[in-house]
């Protein structure tokens, strides 16, 4: 039996392998394998393609959303790490990165629901909590500091929203982009330097900070951990790249607690073989996904993920974006309870799923104790029951989508 992974890197390696191998033997020919040139030209290569000011290599996603928050609580209080009385309002239905990244920089998580048809943050939601906190404020010592949207399987947040409830209640915004390399908002209310309003305006540029992950399945994805920090603050990036290198602009004495986060020179390398490749497999992934949306459109007992071409949200807080969505995931949802049946009937013939996330964040042990919430989670605890990933490989053959499709209509139809 033909297996048809999620994802099948040894296919991409091959489709790039020139520009690849080129790239490495650089690495090996030069040997700066601390900071060498490969890492700068990425961090100018990604802040153009992005339209920011600063780009900065990580190590990781998640070293990129800690690194984020850390320069945020030196910059906005003027010490090392936010007080637990420091609220962050982020989404439950994220990698634990997202909430793991506040709680080291020692402020709270605040889980806010999400959106039941992006499986994005409920704007709404997030008013909604700035409100009721906001009269209660004499009670109450919290003090809410900021927002991260994740822009879940590659789908934007209604950056529109976010964007103008942060300008309200002062907070910083930093985008969770570890989906959503290269994905766009459309009509941003403030464009980006150089872009007129309208126009569409790429993730990672519309907040504070941006943090990216170049973990080897992410759309841009390196041959190890990797990610990247975004911003137009000039001191937040000054900030950024102090601590990702031992807290100080010299690391023999330094000024900050830092952490080595650096991103290798050689990963830097990979990485910008690979972004030569990156709007097209954007695109790739797009033309697949239109084929599953056309295909399962008629399978009732499943649905789709949404792709409209409006902006604003409705009276549920629902939000749409017009190609904005770059499927990092193409993931559906299955009604009715059938969602693992489903998923062992797909093993069964040989096509790998994933299930992201089996658990929200407030169910894990890391956050018991240690967040906040507005209302119930109960989106956010149906998601993880119904969602499904598909296998969406930009290479993919039309054959492996076909057969994904029968399997999947076969099985209702039995
Ligand atoms: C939404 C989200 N945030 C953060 C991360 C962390 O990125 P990394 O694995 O590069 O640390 C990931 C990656 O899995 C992610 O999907």
Redo the contacts with the bound molecule.
Sequence with gaps: MKQIPMLDLQLEYQYMKTDIDTAIKRCLDHQKWILGPEVKELEDTIAKFLGVKHCIGAS???EA?VLSLRALAIKLKGQEYFDETDEIITTPF??T??GDAILRAGATPVFVDIDPATYNINPIKTREYLTQNLKLKTQNSSNIVGIIP?H?YGQSCNMDEIMKIAREYNLFVLE?V??AFGGTWNGPTVPAVGLSKGSRQKLGSFGTTGAF???PSKNLGGFG?G?MVSTNDDELAELMGMLLKHGGKDKYNVDHIGYNARLDTLQAAILLAKFKYIDEFNERRRKIAEIYNRELSNVSGIVLPVNCSTTQPDDKGTSRNHDGHVYHQYTIRILNKRRDALQKHLKEKGIDTMVYYPVPLHKMRVFDGRYKMNGDLTESEKAVREVLSLPMEPLMSEEAISCIIHTIKKFYHE
């Design positions: 990781s996603g998640t959303l994220t990698f990165a997202t994740v879940l969770d570890a989906q992950s170049f973990f951990d990610g």
